[in-house]
């Protein structure tokens, strides 16, 4: 269940701290704690989008994990406690696509014994129309839906497989019934989607979900990016405060990655997530476990951090794995989005899929 996330504000200098709740604060070499970690559970997806997944790499022959070096859910609960006794109050299930991990719901119901932990997962809602129930009995707390358009032949080109937008709203409507907070995510890309962007924050006012907008970004090294693909945030807004008057508004809590905006006519809110072209590095409070047990310290790594799964197989004690942690957090200077620049375009860099964003 939620509980108040640690106040960052306490937090000062480099040195480790102890937060109300008893737990130590790890800060990174820049002073960012360690709030928020995003767990992969498959590195499979049964979409291709193809910002993301693109078919021409990720085809019929690609090498996915085997079964035996996916973590279990013994294994990831454990890393999940041990980050928690850090002072993580927040996970997010992730993938490739998470709801194709068999027996999810028991994962989340181990996860959700930790106490005080925040449970959220970002789908792609294909499977929600079925799964919303159960993971929201397990306790998952909310739940963010990726939806790049309305227009059924742009959604459907997107994501290279055909699927429908209806199959997508199906899946929101139950998220909705079980009682799952719901957030949608936009990616935002030049010359496809963002002629549809209006349609989507006018289906979406005057209703509790809260769209998020992104800026196509250029993560990974297959996904073709360019930068005059990026619609800068700042257009996107002014787009949608031209037909729906919008005001800002303050972030809910120190680190959020969405720039919030709320309509005029008390509507709702939108959000904006401005990678691009406003980096928000300074406050990345987050870190990323991949489907494989390793840890990486920014969605941008060229290389993976501390294996916890080989870790964990050669019979790591808790404290082991703790000093890892410790040792991986306070080493993190990563600040990819500041310094992106033509000198970063050639860099290798994880893909998102087996990261999960
Ligand atoms: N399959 C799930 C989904 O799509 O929601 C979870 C994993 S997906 C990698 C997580 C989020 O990353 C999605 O909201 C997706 O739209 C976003 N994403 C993927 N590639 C991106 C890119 N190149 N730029 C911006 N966002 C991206
Ligand atoms: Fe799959 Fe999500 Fe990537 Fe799309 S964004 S290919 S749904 S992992
Ligand atoms: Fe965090 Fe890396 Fe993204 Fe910066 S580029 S906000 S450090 S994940």
């Known amino acids: 269940m939620p509980h108040p996330d640690l106040d960052s504000s306490e937090i000062e200098g ?15 070499r820049l002073g960012r704690p360690l709030h928020d970690l995003r767990i992969s559970v498959t590195d499979r997806c049964n979409f291709r989008c193809r910002y993301c997944m693109p078919k021409e790499v990720f085809g019929a022959d690609f090498a996915f994990l085997p079964r035996a070096e996916i973590m279990t859910f013994e294994e990831i609960a454990r890393i999940a406690r041990l980050f928690a006794s850090r002072g993580v109050r927040k996970l997010r299930l992730t993938g490739g696509e998470p709801t194709l991990r ?13 106490p005080g932990m925040d449970i959220a997962m970002t789908t792609n809602g294909t499977l929600l129309k079925t799964m919303a129930e159960p993971l929201a009995r397990a306790g998952l707390d909310r739940v963010t839906v990726s939806l ?14 055909d699927f429908p937008v209806a199959m997508v709203l199906e899946g929101i409507d139950a998220a909705e019934a079980a009682g799952l907070p719901v957030k949608v995510n936009a990616v935002v890309r030049r010359g496809v989607n963002d002629h549809t962007l209006l349609d989507l924050a006018r289906h979406f006012r005057g209703t509790p979900h809260i769209v998020r907008f992104i800026e196509f970004m ?13 619609v800068p945030a700042a257009d996107l807004v002014r787009q949608i405060d031209a037909e729906f008057p919008l005001e800002p508004i303050e972030a809910s809590y120190e680190g959020e990655v969405a720039r919030r905006y709320r309509y005029r006519d008390g509507a709702g809110e939108i959000g904006v997530i401005t990678s691009v ?11 990323r476990l991949s489907a494989e047990g390793s840890i990486y310290t920014c969605l941008f790594a060229a290389e993976a951090g501390a294996d916890f799964r080989a870790a964990m197989r050669s019979g ?5 794995l703790l000093a890892l942690i410790d040792a991986t957090w306070t080493a993190r200077e990563d600040r990819y989005s500041e310094q992106r620049s033509a000198s970063t375009a050639g ?5 998102m899929s087996y990261i999960g964003g």
């Open 347 to 351: 860099l290798r860099r994880v893909e």
């Open 218 to 230: 250029d993560v990974g090294s297959t996904n073709g990016w360019q930068m005059d693909e990026v």
């Open 316 to 320: 790591a004690t808790d404290e082991d």
């Open 14 to 28: 480099h040195a480790p701290l102890e937060a109300s709740s008893g737990a130590p604060v790890l800060v990174d």
């Open 102 to 114: 068999a027996q999810l719901p028991a994962l989340v119901e181990m996860l959700d014994a930790i």
């Open 277 to 287: 072209t406003q980096p928000f590095c300074g406050t990345c409070t987050r870190a």
């Open 148 to 161: 790049d358009s309305l227009d059924d032949a742009v959604f459907r080109s997107m994501n290279d497989m």
